[in-house]
């Protein structure tokens, strides 16, 4: 298939997955989760209900946006394929894995306004959130131990995820953090996550 194709195709299934999310956001804030089916959720979308499993495991991980194919942009795989470097480059490297799916799927401030609106009319959805974040979280450490050629359980691994994941939380709020003039945000989220990586690195 010629790049042309494939990025036509890419573009459509981006789209797809992005009219379910905008559609189940609003769904949910209109009616609350229990107050529509997937059924109508996807007639809103113009797609089918296999479509939308295609997709998405469940209206909340719909609304919260998180896919069923969670390395859609193969980022992952690339950083194991890259190879052992040793634990004292993990944060950097877990720094540009964060990065480079935030770069291929990142969440723009209106849909955080909305998925906010979403947990107040849900909040049932922030627990989902947080179950989800976990499992995130323990697949990376997996990830670290896999490629470094760690053993399970060892500390080295989880402290690095779990360090990268509070600067990149740490980040995003101050990225999403709203402004008086409603402008767009002084630095993109690398700057702001390279300048709270030194101060860690100035700390330690």
Known sequence: ?????????????AET??????AARRLTIAHGLTGFTIEELCEEVGVSRRTFFNYFASKENAVIGVPVDLDESGAAERFAAAGARGVAHLVDDLVALHL???????ITAAEVAQIIQAFEREPRLIG???????????????LV??????????????????????????????YFKPDSGGAEPADDLPTIVHRRLEVVRELF
């Not at 298939?1 to 299934?13: F, G, H, I, L, Y």
């Not at 997955?17 to 905008?22: H, R």
């Open 1 to 13: 298939m010629s790049e042309s194709a494939m990025s036509t195709r890419e573009r459509r299934k």
């Open 17 to 22: 997955a992005q009219g379910l999310k905008d």
């Open 145 to 174: 131990e896999r490629r470094e050629g760690l053993a399970a359980g060892d500390l080295r691994a989880a402290a690095a995820v779990q360090l990268v994941g509070a600067i990149m939380r740490a980040s995003a709020e101050q």
């Open 100 to 106: 480079e799916r935030w770069s291929f799927g990142g």
């Open 128 to 142: 989902h959130m947080l179950q989800l974040a976990g499992e995130s979280e323990r697949g990376d450490i997996e």
